[in-house]
C-alpha cells in the first residue's frame, strides 16, 4: 500500500491561499488521492479526492502531476476554521477500503 | 439523513476485560470501516466489512474483532484489553467502498480508556 509524507505543521494568516503537498512515491494504478480534514475530538471528514490532473469542488482544489508521485491540495482564502489536521491519503480502488492514514499535517491559522 | 453514530462514546475498562463497540452507519451505506487513533500511532485501519462480511483487514493482533449484522450496523470487539488499547475508535461508512466518489463519513467516535 502507498505510504504518504506531507509536513508536520503549516502556520498561516486568514484569507491566504494554503498549499499543503503531499507525497507518495509508491502509488498504484488503481489508486486515488483523498484527502481528509479533521477538527479535535472529531473524526475526519472529507474534502476533496482525485485521480489525476485537476479536481475542484466548493472547498478546495486538488492538484496532481502526470505522475502522481504527489499532490497538492489547495485552500483559497483561509479562515481562523480552517486550523485543523489535514491528511493526504491513498485509496485503494480494488472493492473496499484499506486506507493508510499519514501523520497528517497541522494547520494552524492565524488573524 | 442522519450521521453515522457510534455507542458509547467514553467507556473505562480495566486490563484484561473485553469491550464491545457498536456503529450505526448512514442510511443505504453497506460499507463500514474501523479505525484506532492514538497519539503516537495516528489513525491506523482496523477492518472493512461490506454486506456483512469482512473484506480487508489491516495489522492488528486477533484480539481485535468486528462483525456486521445485515441492517449493516457493525460492532467492533476487543478482548483482553491492554493499556495500550486506549485510543479513539472511529467507525466510517460509505455507500459501496468501490471507484471514484468512495467518500467515508466518519462517526464522532468511541474514547476507550484502560485502566
Known amino acids: 500500500l502507498a505510504k504518504t509524507t506531507q509536513p508536520i505543521s503549516m502556520d498561516s494568516y486568514e484569507g491566504q491561499e494554503v498549499n499543503i503537498t503531499c507525497s507518495h512515491n509508491?502509488?498504484?494504478?488503481?489508486?486515488?488521492i483523498t484527502w481528509y480534514q479533521q477538527f479535535p475530538s472529531q473524526g475526519p471528514r472529507f474534502i476533496i479526492q482525485?485521480?489525476?490532473t485537476k479536481v475542484t469542488n466548493e472547498v478546495a482544489s486538488l492538484f496532481i502531476p502526470a505522475d502522481r508521485k504527489s499532490s497538492t491540495l489547495s485552500l483559497p482564502r483561509v479562515s481562523l476554521s480552517d486550523t485543523a489536521v489535514y491528511y493526504c491519503?491513498?485509496?485503494?480502488?480494488?472493492?473496499?477500503?484499506?486506507?493508510?492514514f499519514g501523520a497528517g499535517t497541522r494547520l494552524f491559522v492565524k488573524a | 439523513k442522519a450521521g453515522v453514530t457510534q455507542t458509547p462514546r467514553y467507556l473505562i475498562k480495566t486490563r484484561g476485560q473485553q469491550v464491545t463497540l457498536s456503529c450505526s452507519p448512514i442510511?443505504?451505506?453497506?460499507?463500514v470501516s474501523w479505525y484506532q487513533q492514538t497519539p503516537g500511532q495516528g489513525l491506523q485501519f482496523l477492518f472493512e466489512?461490506?454486506?456483512?462480511?469482512?473484506?480487508n483487514k489491516g495489522n492488528f493482533p486477533g484480539r481485535f474483532s468486528g462483525r456486521q449484522f445485515s441492517n449493516s450496523r457493525s460492532e467492533m470487539n476487543v478482548s483482553t484489553l491492554e493499556l495500550g488499547d486506549s485510543a479513539l475508535y472511529l467507525c466510517?461508512?460509505?455507500?459501496?467502498?468501490?471507484?471514484?466518489?468512495?467518500?467515508?463519513?466518519f462517526g464522532p467516535g468511541t474514547r476507550l480508556t484502560v485502566l
Open positions: 466510517a461508512s460509505s455507500l459501496v467502498g468501490r471507484g471514484a466518489n468512495n467518500e467515508q463519513f
Open positions: 509508491n502509488i498504484a494504478t488503481n489508486d486515488y
Open positions: 482525485g485521480y489525476k
Open positions: 491519503l491513498v485509496v485503494v480502488n480494488t472493492g473496499g477500503f484499506k486506507t493508510i
Open positions: 442510511s443505504g451505506h453497506r460499507s
Open positions: 466489512y461490506f454486506s456483512e462480511t469482512q473484506r
